[in-house]
């Protein structure tokens, strides 16, 4: 396959690991910030999260998992006037965080799996593009439903194993290969071409759907799964502005075959998991 063999300047006995070098070493387009397959607008995610458990008051805690360096969503939670904290894994990344929120906001330096949180102070989380490139799905669900108060609500948007779009590989229909093709791509992405994954150095290892995110939720904890569709309403400007969008939105909501099938695409990869109140 044409796609795992890099392009070499020097000689074709060059080690591995010295082209691998090489290639870090060049300047290469790398997107700092999260890559979103289906965007939502921070305060759209808030109006969403009311839906499920009533307004939230203006002193809420949000914390946004994996803000990278030029965090908007939590600019946007600030600027809403809302209590918000960032956390980024990443030492550099979290400072130049801090200095684009020019102190508006706490960044502070800690991994999905061990988040710098007390337990029970957030009402929300949001994980935006993260959980799948995490190293532990598993822990990183249980510290996000440790550091949520009872009632809380957990915002994943992440890849879709069923999806025909694919953001995260160059390579076509990637989400629908068997685990052992994806593994090959991943090593062929970290050891010769980092094209194949857009330049990241940490490419989406994991790919859900949105039962399989459900059934890790619930061994989380968690006890409710609410997805996009469910959260919808006709009067929502991005499907008023449809009538096809209108239509097809109320068939997904009366009909079990039809959310279903909104749930193979971009919809079912995000999930609002709730803890449940004591």
């Not at 965080?97 to 330096?109: S, V």
Request: charged content about 25%.
């Amino acid at each position: 396959m044409r796609a795992f063999v890099p392009r070499r300047n020097g000689s074709a006995k060059e080690p591995m690991l010295k082209r691998c070098a090489d290639l870090d070493a060049l300047e290469l387009p790398v997107k700092l910030d999260n890559t979103r397959d289906d965007p939502d607008e921070p305060m759209q995610i808030l109006c969403y999260v009311e839906r499920i458990r009533g307004v939230l008051s203006r002193t809420a805690a949000v914390a946004v998992v994996g803000c990278g360096p030029s965090p908007a969503t939590v600019r946007a939670f600030v600027d809403d006037g809302r209590v918000v904290v960032g956390v980024e894994p990443v030492v550099d990344l979290a400072q130049n965080a801090r200095g684009w929120l020019e102190g508006r906001a706490a960044i502070l330096e800690g991994s999905a799996e061990q988040l710098p949180l007390g337990n029970e102070t957030q009402d929300l989380v949001i994980l935006e593009s993260v959980l799948e490139h995490v190293e532990s799905v598993s822990a990183a669900l249980a510290e996000c439903f440790r550091v949520l108060r009872p009632g809380g609500v957990l915002y994943v948007l992440t890849t879709n194993k069923l999806c025909v779009r694919n953001s995260e590989f160059v390579v076509p229909l990637y989400q629908w290969m068997p685990s052992v093709m994806k593994e090959s791509f991943v090593f062929a992405h970290l050891h010769h071409d980092r094209r194949l994954a857009r330049y990241t150095t940490r490419p989406a290892v994991h790919w859900f759907t949105f039962g399989e995110l459900c059934a890790l939720g619930r061994e989380a904890g968690f006890y409710r799964f609410y997805s996009k569709v469910d959260l919808m309403r006709p009067t929502d400007p991005s499907i008023a502005k449809s009538r096809i969008r209108t239509v097809a939105l109320s068939l997904a909501q009366r009909s079990i075959p039809a959310r279903t099938l909104a749930l193979t695409q971009r919809a079912g990869g995000t999930c609002f998991m709730v803890k449940r109140h004591e």
